[in-house]
């Protein structure tokens, strides 16, 4: 393959990165209080133990409302190659077991072309898309149906979750969730589950982590012929470990583990911390309306 280099991950790796790490990582909602809350992250990625980037989580919340930013670089080789860089950001609000998205938008570039993705939802369902450029029409990719779009996270929305046993953070049942996930292009399903209980250490934090396994199911949207496609819906080798924060009533991804087709895809956490200052974390409603 031209300008093919085992540093430079390939447009689908990049984007499925992005989302396995957007829907691998798992935060507790606020509940109880009408306080705010927050957290800031920042992570290292490595590909076949090389460094090829960074990222950063940011959430601001309150005990109804949320938004979440995330972004990724490649660096170094990889960087140099792709230019590979992505931004998203989800509003919405929090009420019972699972959070509601309201908006989500997210751009991404390789270097050579930029694609953005807008959408605005109701309900858990898709009520706008926008996706410029489109997506390249091709023969074996299933058809993205209405009925795909309804009672669905975006992939930032979908790190929202509330605890099962708050009082127990770490407790096992926090693994037990299957996630539906349209991104404005594929949906896909994230199931995890409880694999153990390991530890952690990291700026922010020092103690025992939640291990989950997680498991990818593509449902429309994606390429059936595309080698990439079935290998992740038969990788075995994905985890994710969860840890609390500073005493913060938030689940913090420490460790991302995805074997790729290129080798072990890992995204450590370097340090994390509460968020004093929550003033971006406005009524989601209105902040919709404004982006109109």
Do not use: W
């Given at each position: 393959?031209?300008?093919?280099?085992?540093?430079?991950?390939?447009?689908?790796?990049?984007?499925?990165?992005?989302?396995?790490?957007?829907?691998?990582?798992?935060?507790?909602?606020?509940?109880?209080?009408?306080?705010?809350?927050?957290?800031?992250?920042?992570?290292?990625?490595?590909?076949?133990?090389?460094?090829?980037?960074?990222?950063?989580?940011?959430?601001?919340?309150?005990?109804?409302?949320?938004r979440a930013k995330?972004?990724?670089?490649?660096?170094?080789?990889?960087?140099?190659?792709?230019?590979?860089?992505?931004?998203?950001?989800?509003?919405?609000?929090?009420?019972?077991?699972?959070?509601?998205?309201?908006?989500?938008?997210?751009?991404?570039?390789?270097?050579?072309?930029?694609?953005?993705?807008?959408?605005?939802?109701?309900?858990?369902?898709?009520?706008?898309?926008?996706?410029?450029?489109?997506?390249?029409?091709?023969?074996?990719?299933?058809?993205?149906?209405?009925?795909?779009?309804?009672?669905?996270?975006?992939?930032?929305?979908a790190l929202v979750?509330?605890?099962?046993?708050?009082?127990?953070?770490?407790?096992?049942?926090?693994?037990?969730?299957?996630?539906?996930?349209?991104?404005?292009?594929?949906?896909?399903?994230?199931?995890?589950?409880?694999?153990?209980?390991?530890?952690?250490?990291?700026?922010?934090?020092?103690?025992?982590?939640?291990?989950?396994?997680?498991?990818?199911?593509?449902?429309?949207?994606?390429?059936?012929?595309?080698?990439?496609?079935?290998?992740?819906?038969?990788?075995?080798?994905?985890?994710?470990?969860?840890?609390?924060?500073?005493?913060?009533?938030?689940?913090?991804?420490?460790?991302?583990?995805?074997?790729?087709?290129?080798?072990?895809?890992?995204?450590?956490?370097?340090?994390?911390?509460?968020?004093?200052?929550?003033?971006?974390?406005?009524?989601?409603?209105?902040?919709?309306?404004?982006?109109?």
């Amino acid at each position: 393959m031209k300008g093919t280099s085992r540093f430079a991950m390939p447009r689908f790796a990049r984007r499925r990165a992005i989302g396995l790490f957007a829907t691998a990582v798992v935060l507790l909602a606020a509940h109880g209080e009408a306080r705010s809350e927050g957290l800031s992250a920042a992570y290292a990625i490595t590909l076949a133990g090389l460094s090829v980037g960074d990222a950063s989580l940011t959430l601001a919340s309150t005990a109804a409302t949320y938004r979440a930013k995330l972004a990724m670089r490649l660096s170094g080789i990889a960087g140099l190659l792709t230019g590979a860089r992505g931004a998203a950001e989800a509003t919405g609000s929090l009420a019972g077991a699972r959070p509601t998205p309201v908006s989500y938008a997210i751009t991404t570039t390789n270097g050579h072309a930029v694609r953005t993705v807008r959408m605005v939802l109701q309900g858990g369902t898709v009520a706008g898309l926008e996706v410029k450029p489109p997506v390249d029409a091709f023969d074996d990719r299933v058809p993205v149906t209405e009925a795909n779009k309804i009672d669905v996270l975006d992939p930032i929305s979908a790190l929202v979750m509330p605890a099962p046993r708050p009082e127990k953070p770490l407790d096992p049942s926090g693994c037990d969730r299957k996630l539906a996930v349209f991104d404005g292009v594929a949906r896909f399903d994230v199931t995890l589950s409880y694999a153990r209980t390991g530890n952690a250490a990291f700026t922010g934090y020092s103690g025992p982590a939640l291990v989950c396994s997680a498991r990818y199911t593509p449902i429309a949207g994606h390429r059936t012929s595309l080698r990439a496609t079935s290998y992740m819906a038969e990788n075995r080798e994905m985890e994710v470990e969860l840890a609390p924060v500073a005493g913060t009533h938030l689940l913090v991804p420490v460790k991302i583990s995805v074997r790729t087709l290129f080798g072990m895809l890992e995204i450590d956490a370097v340090s994390a911390r509460p968020r004093a200052d929550n003033s971006e974390a406005r009524t989601p409603g209105a902040q919709a309306g404004a982006e109109k």
